[in-house]
């Protein structure tokens, strides 16, 4: 059986963590690669990070939260079923050296996507400090990971109901006023986030590096969904990407892109969920 979800587990409110039977993809995956993930025939492609493998296994990991009706339509699916389609690895692997100190900065589910940079980033024999952050305690991911593979972690929380109360530029404006000399900021999360974390290092030329997520069809460069904007030049995230210098990202233009479908994403979640209830309650 193809692309079979070995495991499942929710590890915070709408977001789940899954184990996928992909050994081709496991042998291959570096940090920074994602596939191109279709639940089931009808379903819309979406592009998900490779959070972690297992080549013994012949298994990836993903990491999936609820936002709308196709990651909803993926969270549904348990353990033993199988997922249409897993294409992959995809996108240029991060770029990793032995750069001397990074920090990887993590927004929510962006954690997922941080972590295998984290990871990555030591066994390259840097010193790695991770910030990590999220709306609430609940929708905190991936803490233990990322304490285990780092040499200092901050955390903070929107609503201060954990650790620190505010933004994940918060820790890293303290770390750079601190003067400590760091040599790369990888930055995986919002656009927002992503975006401020930009306008933050810039002034102080740090190498800041970030994964963008636009509209992404194929992932091959053909459909042309996610062309950004970067130097000024029209590239697309998937063959070119998914990361790029975060001081030369157009992030208005991308911010207005990724909004031109929001009323008909809003409308297909609607239609979807009242299909859900009609199913549990028979009458389809």
């Known amino acids: 059986m193809a692309n079979r979800i070995l495991d499942k587990t929710a590890i915070a409110d709408d977001i789940c963590r899954f184990i996928i039977e992909a050994p081709k993809i496991a042998k291959k995956r570096k940090a920074g690669n994602f596939v191109i993930v279709r639940a089931n025939e009808y379903a819309?492609?979406?592009?998900?990070?490779?959070?972690?493998?297992?080549?013994?296994?012949?298994?990836?990991?993903?990491?999936?939260?609820?936002?709308?009706?196709?990651?909803?339509?993926?969270?549904?699916?348990?353990?033993?079923?199988?997922?249409?389609?897993?294409?992959?690895?995809?996108?240029?692997?991060?770029?990793?050296?032995?750069?001397?100190?990074?920090?990887?900065?993590?927004?929510?589910?962006?954690?997922?996507?941080?972590?295998?940079?984290?990871?990555?980033?030591?066994?390259?024999?840097?010193?790695?400090i991770s910030i990590i952050g999220a709306r609430t305690k609940n929708r905190l991911i991936l803490e233990d990971e990322m304490r285990e593979t780092s040499d200092e972690l901050h955390i903070v929380t929107d609503d201060g109901s954990y650790e620190r109360q505010g933004l994940v530029v918060d820790p890293l404006s303290d770390l750079i006023v601190q003067g400590i000399d760091i040599d790369v900021v990888y930055a995986i999360g919002p656009m927002p986030m992503m975006r401020a974390v930009a306008e933050l290092t810039e002034p102080y030329n740090i190498k800041t590096l970030v994964s963008l997520n636009p509209v992404m069809i194929d992932g091959t460069g053909m459909c042309g969904g996610c062309r950004v904007v970067i130097d000024g030049k029209t590239r697309f995230a998937c063959v070119d990407g998914p990361e790029f210098d975060a001081h030369q990202v157009d992030f208005d233009t991308l911010i207005r892109r990724n909004r031109a479908y929001a009323q008909e994403e809003k409308v297909s979640l609607e239609r979807f969920e009242n299909e859900q209830v009609a199913r549990f309650e028979g009458l389809v």
């Open 44 to 128: 819309e492609r979406i592009p998900l990070t490779i959070v972690d493998s297992d080549i013994e296994r012949g298994s990836i990991t993903l990491i999936v939260q609820s936002v709308g009706k196709s990651t909803r339509l993926l969270n549904s699916f348990c353990a033993g079923d199988e997922l249409a389609d897993v294409i992959g690895p995809l996108g240029h692997p991060t770029l990793i050296e032995s750069f001397g100190t990074v920090v990887c900065v993590g927004g929510g589910v962006g954690t997922a996507e941080i972590l295998p940079i984290a990871r990555a980033s030591r066994a390259s024999d840097n010193q790695v």
